[in-house]
């Protein structure tokens, strides 16, 4: 739910703070949710503890989740011959329902197909295409991918023990190389934006195809995605503890959350680069909150008000995609020379609400309704749409 209000605001230039990322150092509310949507997928692969992920499994769920990450980049760089408006929507819109009953549905030979996409994707990026020479390739759905896939892999494969140890190899190998190795053509190690090693690899590997406010470094980078997969260990070792040693978890949250201020003074809490001081500080606070919420719902019975939670968390992937698909499909639709969804906003809130930040929260807060109106009907009729 937070998801959905932080990445639909209203109005882009008017959010309140906490719905911000943090600037550059430092960590605010909103940079809390994607670390936490890490963690609890350690937490859905280990809670099962020793079972065993198949292969099979995890390069069908990998590949759906990369792709559908990719088709986000993809989706405004579709073009037919010189189509514009409602025909080329049309278009994009058929793209995405083919897309989405190949994702959210299974079938036989369904790995072969992702494989064939995730080829196909990589030719139109690097195979000389003129409307996909930019398209970005790394995000949020690529990183989750990632970590799903290592994380599944480490499943019933690699002991408790040996879980911390490899989250403590990733956080310290990162920092090290963060803080000690040099940056080519730029001088001497530094977290600076833009002239950090994180941002030199992004530009050096995937030139072209980064994130298009920056466009030579990515904020879900190649390198930054090693201390990510040490989020998704703190999920997969609270997973194994959090119904049995729920004080426990609870304490090594707290834990955490003081080794990453502390770490923070050397290595600065980071989103954007995930530095390990971000990892053990947010990480601790998802283990705070996971002992709390097990603590009130599970122990003391207090479940009235989780429905609408656990209306959001049955669909999660649906949800992301349609609502990175749907502003950018109405906004390929423009009245009075605004997008759709900017005239909608105006009209709807801006012209009667005279503060523009409670403007802009008014209108992410009705996508959140719509949302839930939407997922409440799925919810009703057993509609669960997984990848």
Same mark, same amino acid.
């Given at each position: ?5 932080? =990445? ?16 550059? =150092? ?362």
């Amino acid at each position: 739910m937070m998801m959905t209000i932080v =990445n639909n605001p209203g109005d882009w230039g008017h959010i309140y703070a906490p719905l911000e990322h943090a600037a550059w =150092n430092g960590c605010t509310p909103t940079d809390l949710v994607f670390p936490f949507f890490l963690f609890i997928v350690g937490v859905s692969v280990s809670i099962n503890k020793s079972t065993q992920v198949s292969l099979v499994k995890i390069l069908s769920r990998t590949l759906s989740l990369l792709l559908l990450g990719w088709f986000l980049s993809f989706f405004s760089k579709i073009h037919v011959a010189d189509w514009t408006g409602i025909p080329l929507l049309i278009v994009r819109l058929i793209a995405t329902g083919i897309i989405s009953m190949l994702f959210f549905t299974d079938y036989p030979r369904k790995l072969s197909v992702l494989i064939f996409l995730f080829f196909g994707a990589l030719i139109l990026a690097f195979g000389g295409f003129e409307d996909f020479a930019t398209v970005r390739l790394p995000g949020v759905l690529p990183r989750i991918a990632l970590v799903y896939a290592l994380l599944a892999s480490l499943q019933g494969r690699l002991h408790a023990k040996g879980l911390v140890y490899l989250s403590l190899f990733f956080l310290i190998a990162y920092w090290g190389i963060m803080v000690y190795i040099p940056v080519p053509g730029i001088g001497p190690a530094n977290l600076h934006e833009g002239t950090n090693l994180a941002a030199y690899v992004d530009n050096l590997l995937l030139p072209g195809h980064l994130w298009s406010v920056t466009k030579t470094w990515d904020p879900e980078g190649i390198l930054s995605t090693l201390p990510a997969f040490a989020t998704g260990i703190l999920g997969m070792l609270a997973g194994l503890y959090f119904r049995s040693q729920t004080r426990l978890l609870a304490m090594a949250g707290l834990t955490c959350i003081v080794l990453g201020a502390f770490w923070d003074l050397n290595f600065p809490i980071n989103k954007a680069l995930w530095t390990s001081s971000f990892v053990l500080y947010t990480g601790g606070w998802a283990m705070v909150f996971l002992s709390v919420l097990y603590w009130l719902i599970d122990m003391k019975g207090s479940q009235k008000w989780t429905k609408p939670f656990v209306i959001f968390g049955v669909n999660p992937m649906l949800v992301f995609f349609f609502s990175g698909i749907i502003p950018r499909a109405l906004n390929m639709v423009e009245i009075e020379g605004k997008g759709l969804t900017a005239y909608l906003q105006d009209f709807l809130f801006a012209s009667r609400i005279s503060d523009p930040f409670l403007a802009s929260f008014a209108g992410a807060l009705t996508y959140l309704i719509i949302w839930y109106l939407i997922l409440l009907n799925f919810y009703r009729r057993g509609m669960i749409f997984k990848v």
